[in-house]
């Protein structure tokens, strides 16, 4: 039986103070729980937010040539397409673009292991809606049904769900960030 951890804390505050506490054990708990493609999708989205983060300042640094990241793929997902589906990523390379101007902004690559696509329980402010997915020839996808995905997600405690949410809106939020400096240094130019 694992022993219970006494846990306790102080603090000296000034003004008005909101606290927000979160218990790790029983976060850890419940993410053991989750069917592993759950774990899959949560784990794909810290990766995104990451890999996102980390393109957007090698643009910005000009240490990627924006073109050459692009050439020679073709379109998986359209922006702004129907295409409601959500995939995962077998084989190959992926590359979220979005449309612009003079052709498509690289926001982030993603690999085999990742999903791309609709999931309907975070918006990510990219695909299908905002946002195409470019893929390399050898790149293979399959398509992931969402229904049981969707029910295990409901049923996460509100906490997890916040979690869930809150890297879905730092990856909208640099998305968005990415786009404005494009712009900013296209009308720069």
Wanted: net charge positive.
């Amino acid at each position: 039986m694992p022993v219970e951890r006494v846990r306790n804390a102080s603090a000296i505050a000034v003004g008005t103070v909101q606290l927000g506490l979160l218990d790790s054990q029983r976060l850890y708990s419940e993410f053991a729980k989750l069917s592993s493609d759950m774990k899959e999708i949560i784990k794909s989205l810290d990766s995104r937010l990451q890999k996102q983060t980390a393109m957007m300042i090698d643009i910005y640094m000009n240490k990627i040539n924006t073109k050459d990241l692009i050439t020679n793929k073709k379109i998986l997902i359209e922006q702004g397409s129907s295409n409601n589906k959500c995939y995962k990523v077998i084989e190959g390379e992926v590359w979220i673009v979005r449309k612009i101007n003079n052709g498509y902004l690289p926001i982030v690559n993603l690999c085999a292991g990742d999903y791309i696509g609709l999931i309907p329980f975070v918006n990510l402010g990219q695909e299908p809606h905002s946002a195409s997915v470019l893929c390399s020839k050898n790149t293979k996808a399959i398509a992931i049904e969402t229904g049981n995905i969707q029910n295990e997600y409901d049923s996460l405690s509100l906490t997890l769900k916040n979690i869930i949410e809150n890297i879905g809106t730092c990856i909208s939020a640099t998305t968005m960030v990415a786009s404005e400096i494009h712009n900013k240094t296209l009308t720069e130019k």
